[in-house]
């Protein structure tokens, strides 16, 4: 068993889930796996369990799992509301591919996606492991714009992290996350290399 870092209600994490309830824009980076907004609930279980090592019928999991439940819907419903954020989510291929073969979670997961990516506010683009390796590498980040404020926030072994306080900075990553999209296999074809994992 692996002990996490419990976030579920560090200060960085209740800042995190208010802000998504509002942000105009969101830039999300994520080579290991997918952000908690996108996660289906049997692949947030596949996930947390697998990353603790604890059982999926645990208390810890179940409540963990609760909780990505919880954010995931938050979210839909925003994309459902009359004037939805922006988002902007760039994966790294290996993301689509950590799951068991023939996985039905990561099957679900998937069919998920290429629905969501849909939607006409929100882009989703893969970087293809044949591309080999990019910047987005060097860790996940969220990028969070409201109307007066931006946060970037950064997820770790260790704990959670914002970054508030420096325009610039956020602005690097801002950037970074555009100019990963730019690399990255987006809309159709994107929802093609998704459909075809599905068929293995």
Same mark, same amino acid.
């Given at each position: 068993m692996t002990t996490m870092f419990d976030v579920r209600n560090s200060a960085a994490f209740r800042r995190l889930r208010e802000t998504e309830l509002v942000a105009r824009a969101m830039y999300l980076n994520q080579p290991l796996f997918l952000p908690g907004i996108l996660q289906e609930p049997g692949y947030?279980? &596949?996930?947390? &369990? %697998? *990353?603790?090592?604890?059982? @999926?019928?645990?208390?810890? !999991?179940?409540? /963990? !799992?609760? !909780? =990505?439940?919880? =954010?995931?819907? @938050?979210?839909?419903?925003?994309?459902d509301e009359p004037d939805p954020p922006r988002v902007r989510v760039v994966l790294d291929e290996s993301v689509l591919h950590r799951a068991p073969a023939g996985s039905g979670a990561m099957r679900a997961q998937l069919e998920h996606l290429i629905e969501i990516s849909q939607r006409p506010t929100v882009e989703l %683009?893969? #970087?293809p492991l044949d591309h080999g390796p990019h910047p987005g590498l060097a860790g996940s980040f969220e990028v969070h714009d409201t109307d007066g404020d931006s946060l970037l926030f950064f997820e770790g072994a260790e704990g959670d992290r914002i #970054?508030?306080?420096?325009? &610039? /900075? *956020?602005?690097?990553?801002?950037?970074?996350? %555009?100019?990963?999209m730019a690399r990255a296999t987006s809309g159709d074809p994107a929802r093609a290399l998704m459909g075809s #994992?599905?068929? =293995?």
């Open positions: 947030a279980e &596949a996930m947390i &369990a %697998g *990353i603790s090592g604890l059982p @999926a019928d645990d208390a810890e !999991v179940v409540e /963990r !799992v609760q !909780v =990505r439940r919880d =954010r995931h819907t @938050a979210f839909l419903k925003r994309l %683009g893969i #970087l #970054l508030d306080d420096d325009p &610039a /900075r *956020i602005g690097l990553y801002r950037d970074l996350a %555009g100019a990963l #994992l599905i068929s =293995r």
